[in-house]
């Protein structure tokens, strides 16, 4: 089945300036990855995902790049602000309903 | 347009009880998962159901986990003989059954377990 692993598991950034979190992933049909933002005690919110035909998406502050063949993708942040401390968790799925298999999440905290 | 409902919010049960958690997809979603989250861990999936229908269960335990969404009413899940092992935050998710983004999940607020 897929796997999906995830790097830093903990960072710490200075206010204003970018984070960036990675994850590789092992199964070549995964094609749908998308990000989830969870506060303490809260529910995963979706901030952004990626599907496999396209190398790049971007949000505002937030982007997410895809190397297919590399199998890895990363999260982007810039301009980070306090409101952005929070875990971060990639997945990976074979898109169309199909589960997600998450990467274990990374602990991003910012410096005022 | 309310969003996924998961209840209750908090749950303890003593060690052999059985729990029930429920959750409600968004309106218009047929799609329902369940994930487990251990204290400091990732989600872990479990089952993926439609109505009346498993579609995979492959993350479910063997024994004493087990899950429905029937044609009317909440998906639930269902754990017996509850032990200290099955604390943690228990998520529902939802996605469309139909358009461009059937792929995309949509979490509850999750129901947080405890075992005594």
């Known amino acids: 089945g897929e796997n999906v692993e995830q790097h830093p598991s903990t960072l710490s950034v200075q206010e204003g300036d970018s984070a960036v979190i990675k994850c590789t992933y092992s199964d070549s049909a995964s094609n749908y990855f998308p990000w989830y933002k969870q506060e303490l005690g809260k529910r995963p919110q979706l901030i952004i995902d990626?599907?496999?035909?396209?190398g790049e998406k971007k949000d505002q502050r937030i982007a997410v790049t895809l190397n297919k063949t590399a199998k890895h993708f990363s999260l982007h942040i810039t301009e980070t602000q306090p409101e952005d401390s929070a875990v971060y968790f990639c997945?990976?799925?074979?898109?169309?309903?199909?589960?997600?298999?998450f990467g274990t999440g990374t602990r991003l905290t910012i410096i005022p | 347009n309310a969003g996924v409902m998961q209840n209750p919010r908090h749950l303890v049960r003593r060690r052999g009880q059985e729990a029930r958690l429920r959750c409600s997809p968004m309106?218009?979603?047929?799609?329902v998962y369940w994930y487990r989250q251990l204290p400091e861990e990732g989600l872990k999936f479990m089952v993926y159901?439609?109505?009346?229908?498993?579609?995979?269960e492959s993350g479910m335990p063997k024994e004493r986990f087990s899950a429905e969404f029937p044609k009317e009413g909440p998906s639930i899940l269902r754990i017996q003989q509850v032990v200290r092992g099955d604390s943690a935050a228990y998520f529902c998710a939802s996605s469309p059954s139909r358009g461009f983004s059937t792929d995309t999940q949509y979490f509850g607020p999750g129901t947080r377990l405890t075992v005594l």
């Open positions: 309106k218009g979603h047929s799609h």
């Open positions: 159901l439609q109505k009346e229908n498993i579609i995979d």
């Open positions: 990626i599907r496999s035909n396209v």
């Open positions: 997945a990976a799925s074979m898109g169309g309903n199909e589960k997600l298999t």
